[in-house]
């Protein structure tokens, strides 16, 4: 892979460019509740709800209130929101000044899995770092959602870069392996290194 080969870098956000954890969340709703953080975590699931609010098909409202019900507690909204929002901590290191660093020389993009809730928390908590990114492709805002085939066909095609041209960063084995089928160039990022290590290979 060259510098030559790469004519836009796609990064997905959460621990690639935003640390976070949803244990954070699992945490606050158990303390909130009175429970066992180990119940919650068990009963969690990315399942249909979840990825039909990444879709933007279902309001905040209307999952929370699926939420409040799989999970077996009675925390109103406003609790539920709060925990929601905990699993952000901080920029990766670093990634701020990467990206300052290459926006200039090659069109730089995010693509996250998201909803409306965490996209306005994200927005107002992580302004700077985002700010370097031309468009960030939000899932609830595309309807499409990785690893969605027709997500990574309807990024390309916006960017205006045929797909094996794109080289995209994800922390989600899964979803390098479906950005890999649908023909962009992928790094699985494993550690807070990864990315810097790459980007030095192609000496942009």
Known sequence: MTSASIDALLFDLGNVVIRIDFERAFARWAADAG???AL?????????PYQR???GEIETAAYFAGL???LGVGLDDTRLLEGWNAIFIEEMPGMSALLARLAPKIP????TNTNRAHAAQCAKQ?????????????????????????????????????????LFFDDSLGHVEAARACGLQA??????????????????
Do not use: Q, W
């Open 108 to 111: 730089v993009y995010a693509f």
């Open 187 to 204: 790094v699985h990022v494993t550690s807070d290194e990864t990315v810097r290590d790459a980007i030095a290979d192609l000496r942009l």
């Open 40 to 48: 919650l975590r068990d009963k969690f699931a990315h399942d249909e």
């Open 35 to 37: 429970c066992d953080v």
């Open 53 to 55: 609010h990444e879709r």
């Open 126 to 166: 992580f302004a700077p770092v985002l700010g370097h990114f031309r468009k960030v492709f939000a899932s609830h805002e595309m309807g499409l959602r990785k690893p969605e085939r027709a997500a990574f066909a309807h990024i390309a095609k916006e960017i205006g870069v045929p797909a094996e041209r794109i």
């Open 68 to 70: 409040r019900n799989s």
